[in-house]
């Protein structure tokens, strides 16, 4: 009795989620299977993570008052941020108060917007990144370009899952790019970035946890194909030079304790045959991390996430077995719950698995689910297995 009521005081955390799509969905579940109570917040009813968890708010977190309300009514003792389109300065002064914001509020501010952590990583850390410029109009943006250079990448300041990216071929490119970018802007920062275009061989995302009493921890590197600006396949491990895998941990390692907290990164390096591009950095589970959901780890992404959130220790990091996940993306637009048919047809290939995420409406090209297929085969065999796993499920 008196160990259970220990417990009940020291390790049951009420965890406020900002954002709760399928990442936080994952997050709930392994954070539950730790006892914890977590609140979904998102700006729609029935998210995959409220679907879940033991309470949800639906409110516009862009809108500070709001989100100011239901942390101070709900009192959370962590708050996790998962999205971008969040009034996250309000954050610092409830860190002030004594709540845990993870990573933290700096963290969270930094990479919420793709100026501050490209200033930060290029400029203060001093790692490697493609040359940019920053643009907040037309004819900014066309200057931008003409020092930049054609080919070269467009992206809003503020998107995620490659909303409002483009690369910008031609001179007739330039104007529908800058259109492009502010419609896939998320927030009211209309302002976007024009990077260089890195002649890169393959990209990685480098799963990183920062603890709070242990050392930093590297997940096997994941590789991963884009179609859209957002990933369709992505696998573990990808195959690496070291002197270019240890130079992205350095970098990423770097970046990760100049913003300071702790929980999992996920920081994306272009690899060249000169080395690792510093990219981007998200400060929570990645998309293409769904792969460790195959097994292909000791612990998942999202399981590694929990554990760091709540300062129990994380020994190793170690690599299980090769697998790939692989997008199922709606076909068209759905006010309704949609209809999922072919999971039956999916899960008759060996050593897969299926998560259907459970959102109520769907659009054209909307990540809907994921396949995952894992083993002792070569990597390029569970990247073609998960891929005509999600051809045969139709969610639409």
């Known amino acids: 009795m008196h160990a259970f009521f220990i417990y009940r005081i020291v390790m049951r955390k009420k965890i406020m989620l900002l954002g709760s799509g399928e990442l936080g969905k994952e997050l709930t579940i392994s954070l539950q299977r730790l006892g914890q109570h977590v609140i979904a917040v998102d700006n729609y009813d029935n998210a995959p993570a409220m679907q879940v968890a033991q309470q949800s708010e639906v409110i516009n977190m862009l809108d500070g008052n709001a989100l100011n309300e239901v942390i101070n009514r709900h009192n959370p003792d962590i708050i996790v941020p998962e999205i971008e389109a969040i009034r996250t300065e309000n954050l610092y002064e409830f860190e002030r108060m004594g709540i845990t914001i993870v990573p933290s509020a700096k963290a969270v501010n930094y990479t919420m917007n793709r100026k501050a952590i490209r200033d930060l990583a290029a400029i203060e850390v001093g790692v490697k990144t493609a040359p940019y410029r920053y643009a907040d109009s037309l004819d900014s943006f066309r200057k931008a370009v003409q020092e930049i250079g054609i080919p070269?990448?467009?992206?809003?300041?503020?998107?995620?899952?490659?909303?409002?990216?483009?690369?910008?071929?031609?001179?007739?490119?330039?104007?529908?790019?800058?259109?492009?970018a502010?419609?896939?802007?998320?927030?009211?920062?209309?302002?976007?970035?024009?990077?260089?275009?890195?002649?890169?061989?393959?990209e990685i995302t480098l799963l990183t946890v920062t603890q709070k009493n242990g050392e930093t921890?590297?997940?096997?590197?994941?590789?991963?194909?884009?179609?859209?600006?957002?990933?369709?396949?992505?696998?573990?491990?990808?195959?690496?030079?070291?002197?270019?895998?240890?130079?992205?941990q350095h970098m990423a390692k770097k970046v990760t304790e100049a913003l300071s907290g702790y929980g999992i990164w996920g920081v994306e390096?272009?690899?060249?045959?000169?080395?690792?591009?510093?990219?981007?950095?998200?400060?929570?589970?990645?998309?293409?991390?769904?792969?460790?959901?195959?097994?292909?780890?000791?612990?998942?992404?999202?399981?590694?996430?929990?554990?760091?959130?709540?300062?129990?220790?994380?020994l190793e990091v170690k690599?299980?077995?090769?697998?790939a996940s692989a997008v199922i993306l709606a076909d068209e637009s759905n006010e309704h719950f949609p209809v999922i048919s072919g999971i039956e047809n999916a899960l008759a290939t060996p050593q897969s698995d299926i998560r259907i995420?459970?959102?109520?409406?769907?659009?054209?090209?909307?990540?809907?689910?994921?396949?995952?297929?894992?083993?002792?085969?070569?990597?390029?065999?569970?990247?073609?297995?998960?891929?005509e796993m999600a051809s045969k499920v139709k969610i639409n």
């Open 152 to 180: 070269c990448v467009v992206k809003p300041l503020m998107s995620s899952s490659g909303k409002g990216q483009s690369v910008i071929k031609h001179e007739s490119d330039i104007d529908s790019a800058w259109h492009y």
């Open 182 to 202: 502010l419609e896939g802007s998320r927030g009211d920062l209309m302002e976007v970035i024009v990077e260089g275009f890195i002649s890169f061989d393959y």
């Open 217 to 248: 921890l590297f997940c096997p590197p994941i590789g991963h194909r884009q179609e859209r600006g957002d990933y369709q396949e992505s696998w573990q491990p990808m195959a690496m030079q070291s002197e270019h895998l240890l130079e992205a």
């Open 269 to 314: 390096f272009f690899i060249t045959k000169e080395g690792a591009y510093f990219s981007e950095l998200s400060p929570r589970p990645h998309d293409t991390g769904m792969v460790t959901l195959a097994g292909t780890q000791n612990l998942s992404e999202f399981e590694l996430h929990a554990r760091a959130i709540l300062g129990l220790p994380i």
């Open 319 to 323: 690599l299980e077995k090769n697998g």
């Open 357 to 387: 995420f459970g959102k109520p409406t769907t659009r054209k090209y909307r990540r809907m689910g994921v396949t995952l297929v894992s083993g002792s085969e070569e990597v390029d065999f569970y990247i073609a297995a998960a891929k």
